[in-house]
């Protein structure tokens, strides 16, 4: 992956661009990817020291491509504040949530909720960054909205279904934050996964005890895939995109993450879907194509030449 010049905080909304469709593709298909592996490397450690791994292993990959690449040090402290209120919730808080409602639901249910940035982000984007939404676009979070419930209801409102929530809220707020901080894109990602990972390996020593982990050919190729392809690398182009395109539609790819994970629990753990989960997934899909494609602009009619020519 060619990883991009670019600053955090740096785009404006006069400025903004339509996400790239390749990779959107790429990091959709590897965020879906990691709710499989997650839901597969839980059996070979425990929920929370798996999430610090993951946030550990992802900020010390990146840390050290920016060493060598030289690029400079965040500075100030409300950058740093920023930073680590950022990693607090993007990390620590998501995180955690994120592994816990894979543990109390199914792999494709969990994907579905815990991806409903799309749906939370258009009302603070507005109200933010004052990126108006249109009609046709409201619409098209209703119809996500609605295919949301569609395939998350089967699974029931337990504890699975709230903390999947709470991981959706709490990357929508780090992606917020993300607009806020002006320094590397680079430097600003590694730090904030080493600090929010290093609360969440707090965390687990206090809850959980000494890491009980089952260092295994299969957990070693999970959690490198999970630490170095879904979460440096895919963040690494998400935060890129936020900066240079409008919030609703980088999220709205967002919309295929639950798609590639109910797709991929589906062939390889043999999950089933019920009548209601397929048909809220179409739905789903529908909401994503029309957020996605640009609108049809008006054509100007040309004005006839008074000479007649």
């Not at 992802?58 to 950022?86: C, D, K, Q, S």
């Not at 109390?104 to 009302?123: E, F, R």
Request: aromatic share 8%; proline share 5%; charged share 10%.
């Amino acid at each position: 992956m060619r990883i991009p010049q670019a600053v955090i905080g740096a785009g404006q909304v006069g400025d903004l661009r339509r996400p790239k469709p390749v990779r959107m593709l790429w990091i959709t298909f590897a965020w879906g990817s990691c709710f499989l592996a997650i839901s597969i490397g839980l059996a070979d450690a425990p929920l929370l020291w798996f999430a610090a791994l993951r946030a550990l292993i992802a900020g010390g990959a990146l840390l050290a491509v920016a060493g060598f690449r030289r690029e400079p040090t965040p500075r100030g402290a409300r950058t740093w504040t920023l930073i680590a209120v950022m990693g607090i919730v993007n990390v620590t808080l998501a995180f955690s949530a994120m592994f816990g409602g894979l543990a109390g639901l199914s792999t494709g249910a969990a994907s579905v909720l815990a991806n409903a940035q799309p749906l939370l982000i258009v009302l603070p984007a507005w109200w933010i960054y004052k990126e108006r939404v249109s009609a046709r676009t409201l619409a098209a979070m209703g119809t996500g909205f609605a295919g949301l419930l569609a395939v998350a209801l089967p699974s029931g409102t337990g504890t699975g279904a709230w903390l999947s929530i709470t991981a959706a809220l709490a990357v929508t707020a780090g992606t917020l934050i993300s607009r806020q901080i002006k320094a590397d894109v680079l430097q600003v990602i590694a730090w904030h996964f080493l600090i929010g990972g290093a609360i969440l390996a707090v965390i687990a020593g206090l809850t959980e005890g000494a890491p009980a982990i089952n260092w295994g050919v299969r957990f070693i190729g999970i959690l490198l895939y999970v630490s170095l392809v879904g979460t440096a690398a895919a963040f690494l182009g998400w935060f890129t995109e936020v900066q240079q395109c409008r919030l609703d539609a980088v999220t709205a790819w967002t919309f295929l993450v639950p798609v590639f994970g109910i797709l991929l629990s589906m062939v390889v753990l043999g999950e089933r879907q019920s009548s209601w989960s397929l048909a809220g997934m179409g739905l789903v899909l529908v909401s994503m194509v029309v957020l996605v494609l640009p609108r049809r602009q008006p054509t100007l009619q040309r004005p006839e030449n008074s000479h007649g020519q």
